[in-house]
T-cell receptor, first 116, second 111 residues
Framework: SAVISQKPSRDICQRGTSLTIQCQVD?????MFWYRQQPGQSLTLIAT?????????ESGFVIDKFPISRPNLTFSTLTVSNMSPEDSSIYLC?????????????FGPGTRLTVT | GQNIDQPTEMTATEGAIVQINCTYQ??????LFWYQQHAGEAPTFLSY????GLEEKGRFSSFLSRSKGYSYLLLKELQMKDSASYLC????????????FGDGTTLTVKP
């Protein structure tokens, strides 16, 4: 298992500003993932963050809007840039442990972002 | 494209058994996750099925049929604390973690 922490836990931000969310894991992991969960909806994968390489973004998400850093195997940041009210959501980081025959996935507690 | 279907809501009685179904049509399939998510909290991992059949973990069991694109989560001896949203997610890429999530099933357990 893993203990994952995120900072901040919540924030209220003004339109046009940027917020950087931090994710810390208590063990080394190869891949970290950033998800978004908009109000009343399920989770959507934003990007995969690999240490030592650029993040891989899913359709509909771009690096200019959601720059990601992965400086080491236990830490990652996601920045939500030039925010608009549509970015109001819960942002979660996630890690995977195990092998193909038996994965376990763990999520951080989430960062609840409100953009006014 | 990716398509995952789950019932939106279910209600069951404390002490009973409930089965939450999930059907999927995805571009690839490596395995299927089930998560529990209480309101205002992050999802909690319940199970990951790769092979066909039933896997049991205490009060929770998960079943998979790859040929039918079908899975279910079985909850036994329901407790009030089991009231939550249950998310089905398909790991469709060779890099595990690239999952597509269903919209979730909100389960309400009544006394």
């Amino acid at each position: 298992s893993a203990v994952i922490s995120q900072k901040p836990s919540r924030d209220i931000c003004q339109r046009g500003t940027s917020l950087t969310i931090q994710c810390q894991v208590d063990s080394q992991v190869t891949m970290m993932f950033w998800y978004r969960q908009q109000p009343g909806q399920s989770l959507t994968l934003i990007a995969t963050a690999n240490q030592g390489s650029e993040a891989t973004y899913e359709s509909g998400f771009v690096i200019d809007k959601f720059p990601i850093s992965r400086p080491n195997l236990t830490f990652s940041t996601l920045t939500v840039s030039n925010m608009s009210p549509e970015d109001s959501s819960i942002y979660l980081c996630s890690v995977i442990f195990g092998q193909e025959e038996g994965y376990e996935q763990y999520f951080g507690p989430g960062t609840r972002l409100t953009v006014t | 494209g990716q398509n995952i279907d789950q019932p939106t809501e279910m209600t069951a009685t404390e002490g009973a058994i409930v089965q939450i179904n999930c059907t999927y049509q995805t571009s690839g399939f490596n395995g299927l996750f089930w998560y529990q998510q209480h309101a205002g909290e992050a999802p909690t991992f319940l199970s990951y099925n790769v092979l066909d059949g039933l896997e049991e973990k205490g009060r929770f069991s998960s079943f998979l049929s790859r040929s039918k694109g079908y899975s279910y989560l079985l909850l036994k001896e329901l407790q009030m604390k089991d009231s939550a949203s249950y998310l089905c997610a398909v790991d469709f890429n060779t890099n595990a973690g690239k999952s597509t999530f269903g919209d979730g099933t909100t389960l309400t357990v009544k006394p």
